[in-house]
């Protein structure tokens, strides 16, 4: 091993240990196998998760003298996308942070010199000092991997100036890359290199279309439409907006329930009515209709894990609108959606019942589909047999049968149920009870020996008993072919790397509605967050729910059009745990947080003191 490679090793094992490495063995072999491959050893020790990110390539970052940056914050944004390329910054993971004579917030130890090194594969990175005085203009450069020898020799082939090196830790440097430059860069940049930005540019949609079926610029079209998809799969983002503005194009990801603004390359209108035709025949729509709304789907894969995405489109005044749901084919578990011990034994009574209806209720987007893909894929066996009646079909389930609605040629809800009762079912899924027709051929199937589930859009699940009625559905048929009404809303997830301890007063708990055991600890949000929820303080969502089994008190009440109030009151008296206290259940387990409880049960908590 020459004398650079020991030097190399020893810094990297150094680091390794500053980054708590326990298997420094395991951390020595991934080194030499990274060495022996030619692969990036920073990025093998990274992936192999033996060690705490930040912590490593902060200590890898002073063993090199570089300068550490913990908040980026690039000065002069413009000038430094001119100097450095898209190409240069999101294919060798590099982020210009200045562009100057020198840093003024970094300055040498008395006595420090910079230091020059060969450029070389195993050798530290050139040019380190942060402070001149020779009037030479450099620029500024972060990395997180400093013994990457691609990177420093397309850097000195395509910027004219000296570099100085600084380092971040991976997580962070990725998510500046993209924030200065805008997803898909680098593509965007290509495609406007071979576009012929003239007046003439602004051709129609099918120029444009026929231009991504024969030209090279298809390619890059479909290099940055995928970029787009890919990056919000990778933020777990459940929705991509694309929304025209006057004189922008605006991209926002759903991530955790809240939409988020994702930074998009310059000029990007210059290119919208590429990517929306792009979309459009992703997902086999009419390219040449603006006019009317259109649905569609576009079926991708992602590491081998099959995405399905609904589309759909919607003509503003700006121009089309395009909304994509991501839907990942995931295996749905009873055991995700981590029900209270109380609840997930109601459920599991519920699911082995034989006939009745099990009505999931909440306002959209409240999770009523995964509950109901989980609990049909918990009785799906090979002595069941299951069909369902949707609108859309959101997720495939191996083994059931599943009817997309289709009203344009009369299959709604209602006839597609009766078509499903002459098909032999044991059970039946509704996607939704939107009508009194409907309603009631589910009763009589749940009557005639099926187990039927279906969804309400109400607020609380006592609101599901008054809403059948409400849609002329005959008491004693409610009391007589429904099991129970379940409830949800989705809160987020707290970071469980950064959670912070919160302490708050039983009284304050009591206040909000807690009758558990005695708690006076919960957590919230770190402010500021960290790397591994993109510094948001959340990582995730989850379910808070509320149960209410139909009784023969509460069958009784039904029958004498009872009031909800009436109803509550009784089902309180058995033993019914309401949403919010549901929800403070999972606070004081740390899963989340009282805000996140309260702001989606307080119109629940409101409209039951009215």
Known sequence: MSSLAKRMNQVLIESAQHGQAEDMDAVQRLIDDSVKGQRSVVEDLIDSKQLVEEEFMEALAHRMKLPWESDLKPRNSRKLKEICSAQIALRHRLLPLWFGESDPGIALEEGEEAVEVEIDPLAPVNTLAPVHTDGKLRLALVTYD????????????????????????????????????????????????????????????????????????????????????????????????????????????????????????????????????????????????????????????????GIDVRVATIPTVQGESVALRLLNQQKFNLDKLGLLPAQRKIINTMLKL????????????????????????????????????????????????????????????????????????????????????????????????????STLHTNDAIAGITRLVDMGVEPFLVSASVRCFLAQRLVRRLCQKCRVPHDITMATLVELGYTGPEANRVYEAKPRGCDHCNHTGFYGRLAIYEVAVVTKGIQDLIVKRASEKELKERALKEGFIQMRD?????????????????????SDMVMVED
């Open 582 to 602: 549901y929800g403070l259940h999972k606070v004081l387990e740390g899963e989340t947080t009282l805000e996140e409880v309260v702001s989606v049960t307080t």
């Open 146 to 305: 400093p013994f990457n020898l691609q990177a420093r020799q397309a850097v000195s082939q395509g910027i004219p100036y000296p570099i100085v090196w600084h380092m971040a830790s991976r997580t962070r440097l990725l998510a500046s890359i993209q924030k200065l430059y805008g997803v898909g860069a680098d593509t965007f940049d290509a495609i406007l290199r071979g576009r012929d930005m003239s007046e003439n540019s602004a051709m129609d949609l099918q120029e444009e279309t026929t231009v991504l079926d024969e030209d090279d610029e298809e390619a890059s079209v479909v290099k940055f439409v995928n970029a787009i998809i890919r990056q919000a799969l990778q933020q777990r983002a459940t929705d991509i907006h694309v929304e025209p503005l006057d004189n922008n194009l605006r991209i926002r990801y759903r991530i955790d329930g809240l939409l988020v603004d994702v930074p998009v390359p310059e000029n990007i209108n210059q290119l919208q009515s590429m990517v929306i035709a792009r979309l459009k025949i992703m997902s086999r729509l009419d390219i040449a209709e603006r006019r009317l709304p259109q649905d569609g789907r576009i079926s991708l894969e992602l590491e081998g894990v």
């Open 354 to 453: 034989s006939n009745g209806i099990i009505l999931i209720t909440g306002p959209t987007g409240s999770g009523k589909s995964t509950s109901l893909y989980t609990f049909l894929s918990e009785l799906n066996t090979t002595d069941t047999r299951i069909v369902t009646v949707e609108d859309p079909v959101e997720n495939k389930i191996e083994g059931v049968m599943q009817i997309a609605v289709k009203s344009e040629i009369g299959l709604t809800f209602a006839s597609g149920l009766r078509s499903i009762l002459r098909a032999d079912p044991d059970i039946v899924m509704v996607g939704e009870m939107r009508d009194l027709e409907t309603a009631e051929i589910a009763i009589r199937a749940a009557l005639t020996g099926h187990l039927v589930f």
